[in-house]
């Protein structure tokens, strides 16, 4: 196994941390159930509403690029670009509401 | 294709640096925002203010960072990764290992207090990308406020007196440290540092077991940590698990690829066997101050005696003087410094504020290191967004 057992009594307490994450919703619109499902593999979503003042369609871009070369997320290139299409327009400084 | 996207971003860094002069933008005065940051409570913390909820990233609302020492219940909380195990302290073990080790060794916690010499430090954790979210032109990442850093005294045992028990190979290049929290994914980069040997066994880099005279937090690595003081939190891996003495340069993601700036850029130690041709790893802390009495845009009673105060610090050589200006930069005057807690921790400045006529006052504060630093004017670009350092300025109003 890859990861290391400490103790007999490890506890995984990545949930204590996740409370709270579910009252995060994004925005109604096409894209947006593909979005959900795939990110939050590996984290809360309010990574994407946190940057969505800085990002545009080519910072979503490469932002997804590193999910998927460097961080593994298990993602295709038609989903890759469902996913850009709903952050570029709904979660970039240019938005549409 | 990673090599030159490296050496793309170097000349990336360098081209921003000389087309807007020497340095960045202006450093812009702080508006009053983060006025309607969420404040979280993690279990066993005050609330804090949420930027992330998984992996956790929470950081220290200002009213928070008034104390000497930052609150271990108030203390910032950043993750990478979301898998983090509550950690018995009695079955934990240290392992010690590595092509440069001579003898490997398994500590735990016992091991540690009874047969090495206990250390305190006073030192500055500060995250890479402190203040990242007031940068500008913007950049993605966590976007911070003010509060992903703090001030505590750091208790454990000396990485270096580890070390020499284990015994340390000729040829020993760096040492890598890897703790118990890892990634939901298999395939996402687990989160391992690496030090050159030389800090490693610098006498004020420790294994610590204790945060303000407690035991570690759970959010802040418990049950052990490794300090270093000086260089920025990114190398303060928590739950500590694993050292590793090897005779290479590391090349784990978090070395190789992420925590970098542009080459010759930015001052400070350098990380000789990480430099690239276009970027070297971030290591330490840069000069900086803050106000932490008042709020940009606070509003203060004509006539009401008030002091602006609050803390200057950089990555060890201790501060020789805070300068504050009240007229927007245009004259500066020295601020009164409080005690000396430690060159690695962060030293108090104060100055009576003039509150005798209504109107605006541009407050501006600037901090000088023994080193002869000096707190731009403008920031450095970089496209991560670390190193936001340059001079604070807030407009209060005398009513």
């Given at each position: 196994m890859r990861r290391l057992v400490v103790g007999v009594l490890l506890v995984i307490a990545a949930a204590a941390a996740a409370a709270g994450e579910e009252t995060i919703e994004l925005k109604n619109a096409p894209g947006r159930e593909l979005t959900e499902t795939r990110c939050v593999l590996c984290h809360s979503l309010d990574y994407i509403q946190m940057n969505a003042a800085v990002m545009d369609r080519t910072g979503w871009d490469r932002s997804i690029r590193k999910m998927i070369d460097r961080f593994g997320a298990p993602v295709t290139l038609d989903e890759a670009r469902e996913i850009l299409d709903y952050l570029a327009k709904h979660y970039s400084a240019e938005a549409t509401p | 294709m990673i090599a030159r996207r490296r050496l793309l971003l170097g000349s990336a860094g360098l081209l921003l640096n000389t087309a807007l002069g020497t340095?960045?933008?202006?450093?812009p005065s702080d508006a009053?925002?983060?006025?309607?940051d969420a404040l979280v409570a993690l279990p066993?913390?005050?609330p804090l203010i949420r930027r992330t909820f998984r992996p956790p990233n929470f950081e220290t609302p200002l009213s928070e960072l008034r104390q000497p020492f930052t609150a271990n219940d108030a203390f910032f909380v950043r993750y990478?990764?979301?898998?983090?195990p509550q950690i018995d302290p009695q079955a934990w073990r240290l392992r010690v290992a590595g092509e440069s080790a001579r003898r490997p060794l398994e500590l735990s916690l016992e091991d540690l207090r009874r047969d090495f010499e206990r250390v305190d430090v006073t030192a500055i954790c500060q995250?890479?990308?402190?203040?990242r979210g007031m940068f500008s032109p913007r950049v993605p990442g966590v976007q911070w406020g003010h509060g992903a850093m703090g001030n505590a005294r750091w208790t454990g045992v000396r990485l270096r007196d580890v070390l020499d028990r284990c015994g340390i190979r000729a040829g020993a290049l760096e040492v890598v440290f890897d703790g118990a929290d890892s990634a939901l994914l298999p395939s996402t980069p687990d989160y391992v540092k690496s030090l050159p040997d030389e800090r490693a066994l610098d006498e004020n880099t420790l294994i610590a077991f204790e945060m303000n005279g407690e035991p570690l937090p759970h959010w802040n690595g418990a049950p052990a940590r490794l300090v270093v003081p000086?260089?920025?939190?990114?190398?303060?891996?928590?739950?500590?698990t694993d050292i590793r003495i090897e005779p290479r340069p590391f090349d784990g993601f978090w070395m190789k690829d992420a925590y970098r700036v542009p080459a010759d850029v930015f001052p400070g130690a350098r990380f000789a066997s990480q430099e690239t041709s276009g970027t070297t790893p971030i290591t330490e802390i840069l000069v900086s101050s803050l106000v932490t009495s008042h709020r940009p845009g606070e509003r203060i009673e004509r006539g009401r005696p008030t002091q602006i105060t609050g803390w200057a610090w950089d990555g060890g050589s201790g501060i020789a003087a805070v300068e504050i200006s009240t007229d927007g930069k245009r004259t500066w005057r020295n601020a009164e410094l409080g005690p000396h807690l430690g060159r690695f921790a962060w030293r108090g400045f104060r100055w009576p504020l003039d509150t005798s006529r209504t109107g605006p006052i541009e407050v501006a504060i600037r901090a000088r290191s023994r080193s002869g630093a000096l707190q731009p004017d403008r920031l450095t670009a970089n496209p991560s967004g670390y190193h936001h350092n340059c001079v604070q300025s807030l407009t209060l109003e005398v009513v």
């Open positions: - | 340095t960045g933008r202006a450093c009053a925002s983060h006025a309607t066993g913390k005050r990478h990764l979301a898998l983090i995250c890479s990308g402190n203040r000086g260089w920025t939190a990114t190398y303060w891996i928590k739950h500590l």
